[in-house]
């Protein structure tokens, strides 16, 4: 028995997250599906972390077992086809047998989109935010730097969720500005639930001035959900990178 180390593509839309669900359409679902028909035996497969439905991701992180063998520098091109077309594995790679991809990942990173535009945009509204507001990204840039650290991010998560450890480190949070798109990029050690899409609406609020770039400690401190901007859709979101 073998372990490897699958990077995958997906557009999230059509499925209701990457987790197996009963009867429903998810990403995991549809790749065991597939690995279990090409080697003609049942694949578990184990991801990095769970996305929400609607969510996508450009380099989602999993690892199988096998007592197959195969040319993993081919994988790609015989498995897409077994694959719906919005999910793609993207490499593949042996890894030693106590790779875990959850467990390992030292470093995740997500991008949230934001299209700039007066005027609604049916070709990107399942991939990106509409905002069609006027953006001061200044202060956006400033209230950035107030994430980064170590924090009790309680506040950035669902206010009806109880979970017992809410305490994550931001590595970096940074603003690109391409034309009429904001690509919102961030990294951490790990997410909370909603946690990027709450960060995102409240960098909007910021934005827009309704949120004071300076009082990012306070909603931070304060532990409750309440002042913060709101969650922003899951079509903007994207697994961006999984780092070992």
């Given at each position: 028995?073998?372990?490897?180390?699958?990077?995958?593509?997906?557009?999230?839309?059509?499925?209701?997250g990457?987790?197996?669900?009963k009867?429903?359409?998810?990403?995991?679902?549809?790749?065991?599906?597939a690995?279990?028909?090409r080697?003609?035996q049942?694949?578990?497969?184990?991801?990095?972390g769970?996305?929400?439905?609607?969510?996508?991701?450009?380099?989602?992180?999993?690892?199988?077992?096998?007592?197959?063998t195969?040319d993993?520098?081919?994988?790609?091109y015989s498995?897409?086809?077994?694959?719906?077309?919005?999910?793609?594995?993207?490499?593949c790679?042996?890894?030693d047998?106590?790779?875990?991809?959850?467990?390992?990942?030292?470093?995740?990173?997500?991008?949230?989109?934001?299209?700039?535009c007066?005027?609604?945009?049916?070709?990107?509204?399942?991939?990106?935010?509409?905002?069609?507001?006027?953006?001061?990204?200044?202060?956006?840039?400033?209230?950035?730097?107030?994430?980064?650290?170590?924090?009790?991010?309680?506040?950035?998560?669902?206010?009806?969720?109880?979970?017992?450890?809410?305490?994550?480190?931001?590595?970096?949070?940074?603003?690109?500005?391409?034309?009429?798109?904001?690509?919102i990029?961030?990294?951490?050690?790990?997410?909370?639930?909603?946690?990027?899409?709450?960060?995102?609406?409240?960098?909007?609020?910021?934005?827009?001035?309704?949120?004071?770039?300076?009082?990012?400690?306070?909603?931070?401190?304060?532990?409750?959900?309440?002042?913060?901007g709101?969650?922003?859709?899951p079509?903007?979101?994207?697994?961006?990178?999984?780092?070992?």
């Open positions: 028995m073998a372990r490897y180390k699958l990077t995958v593509c997906y557009d999230g839309e059509a499925y209701y990457f987790q197996r669900q009867g429903l359409s998810t990403v995991q679902s549809k790749l065991e599906e690995l279990s028909m080697f003609q049942e694949i578990t497969i184990h991801a990095s769970r996305t929400d439905a609607g969510v996508h991701a450009i380099a989602q992180v999993i690892h199988f077992d096998t007592d197959k195969f993993t520098s081919s994988f790609g498995m897409n086809p077994l694959l719906p077309k919005d999910i793609a594995i993207t490499s790679e042996k890894v047998d106590n790779f875990h991809a959850r467990f390992d990942a030292k470093k995740k990173t997500y991008m949230y989109k934001i299209c700039l007066k005027i609604h945009s049916p070709l990107k509204r399942k991939y990106c935010h509409i905002c069609f507001y006027d953006l001061d990204i200044d202060k956006m840039k400033r209230a950035c730097k107030y994430f980064i650290g170590e924090h009790d991010f309680r506040a950035f998560m669902l206010a009806d969720e109880e979970k017992q450890n809410t305490v994550r480190e931001i590595y970096s949070l940074e603003i690109e500005q391409d034309n009429d798109e904001l690509k990029i961030i990294s951490g050690n790990g997410f909370l639930h909603n946690m990027v899409r709450i960060i995102a609406g409240t960098l909007i609020d910021v934005g827009r001035g309704r949120i004071d770039a300076d009082s990012i400690p306070q909603l931070i401190n304060s532990k409750k959900h309440v002042g913060t709101k969650t922003l859709e079509c903007g979101l994207y697994l961006y990178k999984v780092e070992y």
